[in-house]
């Protein structure tokens, strides 16, 4: 599956990159690197019309960093048209609030290998011999 993405968020994504929020850095800590079983998740990916926080094409999987401004009713359905849209595309979204990663963040790291191990049980089940 190839996912496109509007051009004139090339920019905007590079800066979000450059200004990601406090609870975004920590939880980037725990994506790079392929530390999460391997898997390679990228940061600030345009997607479509909008910009997912974090992406991993193999999993097809989104994750999402909420904060306080999340709670607002614009941002609310901005982010469920978004999420909207990644699930027509086959994504996965999961979202996490600031306060969850930043202070419960082994739960927001133990959902997210959970997630992980359940979709590659689901692709790669094992066969008995």
């Known amino acids: 599956m190839h996912i496109t993405y509007n051009q004139h968020l090339k920019e905007y994504a590079r800066n979000l990159r450059n200004k990601m929020t406090f609870a975004e850095r920590n939880l980037w800590q725990m994506l790079k690197g392929r530390q999460i079983y391997g898997f390679d998740f990228h940061r600030q990916k345009p997607i479509g019309n909008f910009i997912a926080d974090f992406y991993c094409y193999s999993l097809k999987l989104v994750i999402e960093v909420d904060g306080i401004t999340h709670e607002d009713k614009k941002v609310l359905m901005k982010d469920k048209r978004k999420d909207?849209?990644?699930?027509?595309?086959?994504?996965?979204?999961?979202?996490?609030?600031?306060?969850?990663?930043?202070?419960?963040?082994?739960?927001?790291?133990?959902?997210?290998?959970?997630?992980v191990m359940k979709k590659f049980e689901e692709t790669h089940p094992l066969t008995p011999s």
Do not use: P, W
Request: glycine fraction near 6%; charged fraction near 40%; charge should be negative.
């Open 84 to 115: 909207e849209y990644f699930a027509e595309l086959g994504l996965m979204v999961m979202r996490f609030t600031d306060d969850e990663v930043l202070g419960n963040s082994d739960l927001v790291e133990r959902r997210i290998k959970e997630y």
